[in-house]
């Protein structure tokens, strides 16, 4: 299969079609690192003499389009590696209700747009708590469902309770370092 997608992609190079083979790579459903390690391949096939009447400039847009596209999967490479291999130093308290306070809390964090992902774009909200999760050693993958239960089984009070906390903790804070 590799070598079948390898062979396709020598002759895209050589024809240089750079945004069919962006499209070819795109569809392989290959991971990234093998998409890279399949178009070095086929690159090191082709040779400057495969530029025999072609359009130099052509030739060198082509280049450049290319290398955007594999630093865009470099990129994509080094968020997946971040979030595929991070080391939990940390975990959610025992306390009775910690886990249901730390959901409130990152969905505030996330509706306040405190947080982006590295290339500026404010992540879908299911993808942070999921991932803030694997960071913690918890599965918030239902956060929605823990956050209305909370809503259901108890008022107002009880939901806001954490970030009144936050704040009066957050004010004897201040006013101890402003006294000193």
Do not use: W
């Not at 025999?52 to 999967?73: A, M």
């Not at 080094?78 to 809390?105: L, M």
């Amino acid at each position: 299969m590799e070598k079948e997608i390898e062979n396709k992609l020598k002759q895209v190079i050589k024809k240089f079609n750079f945004k069919l083979l962006k499209e070819e790579l795109d569809k392989s459903n290959l991971s990234n690192v093998q998409q890279i390690i399949i178009l070095k391949e086929a690159i090191k096939e082709c040779t400057l003499s495969d530029l025999d009447d072609y359009h130099y400039e052509s030739f060198i847009s082509g280049c450049n389009y290319l290398i955007r596209h594999l630093l865009e999967i470099q990129s994509l490479l080094k968020e997946e590696n971040s979030i595929s291999n991070p080391q939990q130093v940390f975990k959610i308290s025992e306390k009775k209700g910690a886990k249901t306070d730390i959901i409130r809390i990152l969905n505030a964090i996330y509706e306040l747009q405190l947080i982006e992902k590295t290339n500026k774009q404010l992540p879908a909200k299911d993808f942070f708590m999921r991932q803030m999760g694997d960071y913690l050693g918890v599965d918030l993958s239902h956060y929605d469902v823990n956050l209305s239960q909370a809503l259901s089984n108890s008022g107002m009070e009880a939901n806001v309770e954490v970030f009144e906390k936050m704040k009066k903790l957050t004010i004897e804070t201040i006013t101890k370092r402003l006294s000193q």
